[in-house]
């Protein structure tokens, strides 16, 4: 059994309690005007190009096995119909101007690194989160993934935005100790605006975990112009789930808008920034639930 990832960040402390490493997957069934990681969206490999850090050395075009590259006059050319996603010109790129985004791995090649920080989590109250994009699209492997690690002795944090099949969270759900769960608008026309989606799914699937007595750390995005009114709403909804154990607001920011035009892919990144000020609103709103 194989998944695609796109990156396996280690020391992680914003993905859960305490240290932690975090599985990034391939492929989510959202598209956020706002998505900090482009690179998750399709589930298709996808290799960046950053323009900045090439040094016109030509070792893309000498390993690209279709001539999808070309350099003439130290000016670096990437035809991308001819790319068939293989990742030989990134692991050869002298200086990160290229990274591949999709590698596949199974369960047996992640587990060993994955349980090197032990230690760590253990002194930290950490452990190990499957993250995306969305993971649960790929919900079989990432089952068989945390069992294994639940049976190492591991902390397990699944983070989904919810948009997934209610089977997917009964895949995972025996292997989870916490689910830290996406909440992006409760009104509906305010998330298919935001996400292309409806959020009807989203909220009967955490019901379904609150249900089912799953601990829930609930994320909500607070990105001005877009769900900034959702706020109240959702800490209104929030007040009937007794297993939420936290709610916490994730300020919305545009770090992510080299990797757009790495991807050559359209940036719809908001402008505005939000304030100390609303951040501390936000907080208050949903602390009140």
């Not at 000016?75 to 990160?96: S, T």
């Not at 397990?156 to 209610?166: E, L, M, S």
Request: overall charge negative; proline content about 5%; hydrophobic content about 35%.
């Amino acid at each position: 059994m194989k998944a695609r990832i796109f990156e396996i960040k280690r020391f992680a402390v914003h993905d859960g309690d305490g240290i932690r490493t975090t599985v990034f997957f391939k492929g989510c069934p959202l598209n956020c005007v706002w998505c900090h990681n482009p690179e998750g969206i399709a589930f298709k490999p996808q290799t960046a190009y950053y323009a900045h850090k090439c040094i016109g050395c030509g070792e893309c075009a000498g390993a690209c096995p279709t001539q999808a590259y070309q350099i003439a006059d130290s000016i670096h050319r990437f035809d991308a119909a001819r790319c068939i996603g293989c990742g030989k010109c990134a692991e050869v790129c002298p200086n990160d101007a290229l990274i591949f985004y999709g590698r596949e791995v199974t369960v047996e090649e992640l587990l060993p690194l994955l349980l090197e920080d032990k230690d760590f989590y253990a002194n930290s109250g950490g452990g190990v989160t499957l993250s995306g994009g969305e993971c649960l699209m790929q919900a079989d492997f990432c089952a068989e993934l945390l069992k294994r690690l639940k049976e190492n002795g591991i902390h397990t944090a699944v983070d989904t935005c919810g948009f997934v099949p209610q089977e997917s969270l009964d895949r995972v759900m025996p292997y989870t100790h916490i689910f830290l769960y996406d909440i992006k608008a409760i009104n509906e026309a305010v998330h298919l605006a935001c996400t292309g989606q409806s959020n009807r799914r989203i909220l009967e699937n955490i019901r379904y975990l609150n249900q089912n007595d799953c601990k829930i750390e609930v994320r909500i995005p607070y990105v001005p112009g877009y769900n900034d009114s959702e706020m109240a709403p959702a800490a209104e909804f929030l007040s009937g789930l007794r297993n939420v154990t936290k709610v916490r607001i994730l300020p919305y920011h545009n770090y992510a808008r080299s990797k757009y035009e790495a991807l050559h892919m359209p940036d719809r990144l908001p402008k505005t920034l939000p304030s100390d000020e609303e951040i501390q609103a936000a907080e208050s709103a949903v602390a009140r639930r």
